[in-house]
C-alpha cells in the first residue's frame, strides 16, 4: 500500500526553482528517515538528499548541495524537498521514500511514493 504521495513537480526553466512534496497517510513521517530519490531513463536510481528520523540531520548528493534542501513539517506529516538554480541534468521522476531505520543513508526503505516528474528545460 502506497502511504507517501508525491506532488509538485512540473516544467521549469533552468536557474529556476521548485518544491517538491511528500504527504505521508498511516504512517508518522518524523518515526522514519526520509529520503529523495531521482530516476531518468538509462540511469542509475540516484539518492539525492535524506534526513535522519533522530537528530534530523541532513545528506546530499555532491550534485545538488547548496542548492537543494530537505525538510519535513511534523504538524502535517509531510516532508518537501525545496530545488533552486536547476539544471537539465536534474530533469527526471523524483522519489520520496521512507526507511524506519532512521538513517542516511538507509538500506531498506519501509515505503515508496509514486513519483512526480521534474523537467528543467528551456
Known amino acids: 500500500q502506497r502511504r507517501l504521495v508525491e506532488s509538485g513537480g512540473g516544467l521549469v526553466q533552468p536557474g529556476g526553482s521548485l518544491r517538491l512534496s511528500c504527504a505521508a497517510s498511516?504512517?508518522?513521517?518524523?518515526?522514519?528517515?526520509i529520503h529523495w530519490f531521482r530516476e531518468v531513463p538509462g540511469k542509475e536510481r540516484e539518492g539525492v538528499a535524506c534526513i535522519t528520523s533522530t537528530t534530523g540531520s541532513t545528506t546530499y548528493a555532491d550534485s545538488v548541495k547548496g542548492r537543494f534542501t530537505i525538510s519535513r513539517d511534523i504538524a502535517v506529516n509531510t516532508a518537501y524537498l525545496q530545488m533552486n538554480s536547476l539544471k537539465p541534468e536534474d530533469t527526471g521522476v523524483y522519489y520520496c521514500?521512507?526507511?524506519?531505520?532512521?538513517?542516511?543513508?538507509?538500506?531498506?526503505?519501509?515505503?515508496w511514493g509514486e513519483g512526480t516528474l521534474v523537467t528543467v528545460s528551456s
Open positions: 521514500a521512507a526507511s524506519l531505520w532512521g538513517t542516511c543513508p538507509s538500506e531498506f526503505m519501509n515505503y
Open positions: 498511516e504512517i508518522t513521517l518524523g518515526l522514519y528517515a
